[in-house]
């Protein structure tokens, strides 16, 4: 357990950086940028959108499960790291689930409407709706506190249902909207817009860089078509993260393996995972489109949580069952190769203590624990682990999206991570490998912001291609390349 | 006084315990249709069944999930569970009644293992509504029937030790095993109807999370079309 914040603190965390005459116009106080929210009659819409949703999906079920039967015995007070740092009530995940189970049972069950009638209660209300509002973007969905729930309650689900319904009368995080926008109806396609030719640069850029420092010619293989794999990382990664995919370059000229990245879409990130199914599912389908495109067999994701998660289960979900391409996590993929011994990593030059970071969407549900530990066991000298980890890991605080949302940085960095700075600050490790984008920037700036500057947040293959030795037979050849040094290139011009 | 208790643990009792059983069924069938629906209707039929027994069978022995996050209160529960469930359905007392209606029986706890029991669960009782009397946490989140149901619950196992195990005249046992019939008669008409419900929801708790991430395939379409929204853009 955590001290909780202090005035101080909250006080900070808290600071609204919007003017006041947006908040008036928009009449709603929410921690986060909305563009052009429904201001009137939001309750009514709010239940209009709500009606929409539980007629065409199978949320109705599930949440006449949650209300029947919540015991509210508080148990999930103590997993969730935001109500461990502010301690304010209504933090409390059983608490936040029933600002919504309670809509659901007074306007969509038979009994609650009938008791509704009889005392006479309102219902809805336009405060309730701004309370979910800031509510449902105070909790990072990272679904540990479902863990402990005696009776099974997902507050991840409901948290995302929630998220869901708001955003059908106006109310989404812009970050998040802009980026979707720009994903689905944009000119680039993808959430960073980047245009395809700065892409190429950028790709042909590192695979000089690579050459270079490793004397292998590793390529990054583009449309490409037939391959067992076709990529998709966070598309970001391109702009920040390029060690992490030279990494994955790097993996896949040493073992051989056959992918590419598609010209078409090669966008992992799917922000419909956060706030909207109907975005989640759009989303989906351009993956696998684009895999079909290029007659790939299966889904490759980067490093980032988030992809990985919506395209293992939403690929199956919308995109036709068995029929749907496999999805395969990128570290999967090198675990099996250093277990087919094709990877060889050099035991020395990674000396400095490492500790891994479960991203939420790869870990609770159990899908990749063991294995990224495995492979940094195999070649770090010192590596130790977090308590708790695994499954039952705590989020780095930016999870469900918030990381995107600038404007409450200051939130993410002294409440939602304020657990995870503890944890990492106790292991005394000089790298925290976080496999996902979304960590990876969170991480960056809880270290800042808590004053760790001395921790380094790096991703698996980060430290994978710092190690990776080549097969003698792959170096490029002495002489091939001097003829390509630029005095070569010169003599060869004159 | 004896047409009142002929009442009591007679016809009214038939129909509580009718009332009770009808309306957990009904939850159990509404649940069992609503897991049946959503799996028919994904495209996605893959459940990760090792991962839903294992958290279900979990629950059933909660101490072992939670005695590091919260030790007294999962011992406390857990042994509160235990009494609560096997009191009434192995006492000697209670058996015996079921056999002289119904011909059919089954073993009983010992004496001095029910009364132990008895005492174990009422005490648990009250540590539960202390427990969320006193705690900030609890305190916030809870509805009425959360205080009402451990003191409701722990009456009939009061009178019923009373009536067994106390020297009282004729008079004051009879009201006590009235009480001690009406108070578990209440206790069964309000099962079905609020949180002990999940006296049957529990085992399938895992499954209905698992299934309510998985969306109908054109559900995303559907919530478009009906809010008018299908061609505007994001
Ligand atoms: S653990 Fe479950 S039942 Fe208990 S308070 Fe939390 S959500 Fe409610
Ligand atoms: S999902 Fe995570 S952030 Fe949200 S209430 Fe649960 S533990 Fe807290």
Redesign the interface.
Same mark, same amino acid.
Not at chain 2, 140 to 143: E, P, Q, V
């Given at each position: 357990m955590i001290k909780p914040i202090t005035e101080e603190e909250r006080q900070h965390a808290f600071k609204t950086q919007r003017k006041p005459e947006v908040l008036e116009k928009q009449k709603l106080d929410v921690r986060y940028h909305i563009e052009d929210p429904v201001v009137d009659g939001r309750a009514q819409k709010f239940l +209009?959108?709500f009606a929409?949703?539980l !007629?065409?999906?199978?949320?109705?079920?599930?949440l006449? @499960?949650y209300v029947?039967?919540?015991? !509210?015995?508080? #148990?999930c007070?103590?997993?969730c790291q935001v109500y461990q740092a502010t301690r304010d /009530?209504k933090d409390?995940p059983?608490?936040r689930s +029933?600002l919504l189970l309670s809509v659901y049972r007074r306007h969509f069950t038979v009994?609650g409407m009938l008791r509704g009638r009889v005392l006479g209660s309102k219902g809805l209300t336009d405060e309730k709706v701004n309370e979910m509002a800031e509510s449902f973007w105070n909790c990072t969905a990272c679904r540990r506190c479902?863990l @402990?729930c /005696?009776?099974?309650?997902?507050h991840g689900?409901v948290t995302h249902l929630g998220r869901y319904i708001l955003s +059908?009368i106006g109310i989404a995080p812009r970050a998040l909207?802009i980026s979707?926008?720009e994903q689905? +109806?944009g000119k680039t396609g993808n959430t960073s817009a980047i245009p395809v030719p700065a892409l190429l640069d950028t790709l042909e850029f590192l695979e000089e860089d690579m050459e270079e420092e490793k004397g292998v010619k590793i390529k990054f293989p583009i449309d490409q078509e037939d391959c067992e794999y076709v990529f998709f990382p966070a598309v970001s990664d391109f702009l920040m993260e390029a060690d992490t995919l030279m990494g994955n370059a790097a993996v896949f000229t040493a073992t051989g393996g056959s992918w590419t990245i598609g010209t078409g879409y090669f966008d992992g990130i799917n922000y419909g995972l956060f706030y909207s199914? #109907?975005?989640?599912?759009?989303i989906v389908k351009k993956v696998v489109e684009e895999t079909r495109r290029l007659k790939g067999r299966k889904i490759l994701i980067g490093e980032c949580g988030h992809a990985s998660r919506s395209a293992k289960?939403?690929v /199956?979900?919308?995109?036709?069952?068995?029929d749907a391409p496999p999805v395969v996590n990128c570290m999967e993929y090198l675990y099996d190769m250093l277990k087919e011994g094709k990877i060889k990593l050099d035991p020395n030059v990674i000396t400095d203590p490492v500790t891994y970071h479960d991203p939420c969407n790869i870990a609770r @549900?159990?899908w990749i624990i063991d294995k990224p530990r495995e492979i940094l066991k195999s070649f770090c000298k010192s590596y130790v682990e977090m308590t708790p980890s695994g499954k039952n890991n705590i989020c780095c605080g930016g999870g469900g999206g918030t990381v995107s949302i600038d404007e409450i940085r200051p939130y993410r960095t002294t409440i939602g991570g304020k657990a995870k700075a503890e944890q990492i600050r106790k292991t005394g490790a000089k790298y925290v490998v976080a496999p996902c984008a979304n960590c990876k920037k969170q991480l960056r700036e809880l270290m800042e912001d808590q004053g760790m500057d001395d921790v380094e947040i790096v991703g698996l293959h980060d430290l994978v291609y710092k190690a990776i030795i080549f097969d003698e037979s792959l170096k490029v050849k002495k002489e091939e390349k001097e003829e390509e040094t630029p005095e070569a290139v010169e003599k060869e011009v004159e | 006084m004896q047409p009142l208790m002929d009442f009591v643990a007679g016809p009214l009792f038939r129909l509580t315990f009718a009332i009770m059983l009808l309306g957990l069924l009904r =939850?159990v069938v509404?649940?069992v249709w609503? %897991?049946i629906? &959503?799996r028919r209707?994904?495209?996605?039929? %893959?459940m990760?069944w090792k991962?839903i027994t294992e958290?279900t069978l979990g629950?059933l022995v909660?101490v072992l999930?939670?005695w590091k996050?919260?030790p007294i209160?999962s011992v406390v529960?857990f042994v509160f569970h235990i009494g609560l469930i096997l009191v009434p359905i192995f006492l000697i007392g209670h058996i015996q009644l079921i056999r002289e209606s119904i011909g059919i029986g089954w073993p009983v706890l010992s004496d001095n293992l029910a009364d132990i029991l008895t005492i174990v669960t009422m005490v648990t009782a009250v540590a539960l509504f202390l427990g969320r009397l006193f705690? $900030?946490? &609890?305190r916030? =989140?809870?509805?009425p029937q959360?205080y009402v149901w451990p003191v409701l619950l722990a009456i009939p196992f009061a009178t019923g030790y009373v009536c067994n195990n106390m020297a009282i005249g004729a008079g004051v046992y009879q009201w006590t095993m009235l009480f001690h019939m009406l108070s578990a008669e209440l206790i069964f008409v309000f099962i079905p109807?609020t $949180?002990i &419900?999940?006296c049957v929801? %529990?085992p399938?708790?895992?499954m %209905?999370?698992t299934?309510?991430?998985?969306?109908?395939?054109?559900?995303?379409?559907?919530? &478009?079309e009906?809010?008018g929204?299908k061609e505007m853009?994001?």
């Open positions: +209009e959108a929409a949703i !007629k065409n999906t199978n949320y109705g079920f599930v006449d @499960q029947r039967s919540s015991a !509210k015995c508080s #148990r007070a103590t997993e /009530p409390i059983c608490y +029933e009994g479902t @402990q /005696p009776v099974g309650i997902d689900l +059908e909207v979707t926008r689905l +109806e199914d #109907r975005m989640l599912d759009r289960y939403f /199956p979900v919308f995109c036709g069952g068995k @549900q159990g | =939850i509404l649940t609503g %897991v629906q &959503a209707q994904t495209d996605d039929k %893959v990760p991962l958290n629950w909660p999930r939670l996050t919260r209160y529960s705690s $900030k946490e &609890a916030f =989140i809870s509805r959360d109807f $949180k &419900a999940h929801l %529990v399938f708790s895992q %209905v999370s299934l309510g991430w998985k969306f109908p395939p054109r559900s995303g379409e559907g919530v &478009a009906t809010l929204k853009p994001v």
